[in-house]
């Protein structure tokens, strides 16, 4: 009787705990995730949809052959949208986002650590202008296995726009920006192919 209750609580309780568990891989940024398809993307993004549609349509222009290589052939582009975000495709799949957000620096923190169900790690950047005017900017990290996600506020007081940036991005991306080589790889497709 004891192990038919527990096996009736596990079968019910455990696909609701499941469930109710979020992994980075499955965080989203305003309806994207890491990693999703080129058709996903295009799919929750219509302005760059339409962008594609024109391309096809026009793929002598410039902007287009870069884009049309990356739908049709896993190429790399980016991709600018109306809503101050910016997306890195590349190797047919969405690899980085970054979007100025409208929220404080400290909500915004606090939603990012929320989704990563992490804390940041803090880092305090002293800056100041030619004038001696100084002032502390602040960045935020979240480094997670799959994801690598930055928060950036800049406080110099001149600037009229504090919105937060932020960035996040596949590991293999991150390590793309972090290469100082003169080697350097400018596709995540090639830092990942296999050696020959």
């Not at 991005?169 to 793309?176: G, M, R």
């Given at each position: 009787?004891?192990?038919s209750?527990?096996?009736?609580?596990?079968?019910?309780?455990?696909p609701?705990?499941?469930s109710a568990q979020?992994?980075?891989?499955e965080?989203?940024?305003?309806?994207?995730?890491?990693?999703?398809?080129?058709?996903?993307?295009?799919?929750?993004e219509?302005?760059?949809?339409?962008?594609?549609?024109?391309?096809?349509?026009?793929?002598?222009?410039?902007?287009c052959?870069?884009?049309?290589?990356?739908?049709?052939?896993?190429?790399?582009?980016?991709v600018?949208t109306?809503t101050?975000?910016n997306?890195?495709?590349?190797?047919?799949?969405?690899v980085?986002?970054?979007m100025?957000?409208?929220?404080?620096?400290?909500?915004?923190?606090?939603?990012?650590?929320?989704?990563?169900?992490?804390?940041p790690?803090?880092?305090?950047?002293?800056s100041?202008?030619?004038?001696?005017t100084?002032?502390?900017?602040?960045?935020?990290?979240?480094d997670?296995?799959?994801?690598?996600?930055?928060?950036?506020?800049?406080?110099?007081?001149?600037?009229?726009?504090?919105?937060?940036?932020?960035?996040v991005?596949?590991?293999?991306?991150?390590?793309?920006d972090?290469?100082?080589?003169?080697?350097k790889?400018?596709?995540?497709?090639?830092?990942?192919?296999?050696?020959?």
């Open positions: 009787m004891k192990s209750l527990l096996i009736l609580v596990l079968f019910v309780w455990l609701s705990a499941l979020t992994t980075v891989s965080t989203d940024f305003q309806g994207h995730l890491i990693g999703e398809t080129v058709a996903d993307f295009l799919r929750i219509p302005e760059a949809q339409q962008e594609a549609n024109v391309c096809r349509q026009r793929s002598e222009r410039h902007r052959v870069e884009l049309i290589a990356a739908l049709d052939r896993g190429q790399r582009a980016e600018s109306a101050a975000a997306y890195v495709l590349d190797a047919g799949k969405l980085k986002l970054t100025l957000v409208s929220e404080t620096f400290e909500a915004s923190s606090d939603a990012v650590s929320k989704k990563f169900g992490a804390l790690k803090k880092t305090t950047l002293s100041h202008n030619a004038s001696g100084k002032w502390d900017n602040q960045l935020y990290t979240w997670t296995p799959t994801i690598y996600a930055t928060l950036y506020q800049d406080n110099n007081p001149l600037l009229q726009d504090h919105r937060p940036l932020l960035i991005e596949s590991h293999a991306e991150h390590l793309l972090d290469v100082d080589s003169p080697t790889s400018t596709s995540v497709a090639s830092s990942t192919a296999p050696k020959q």
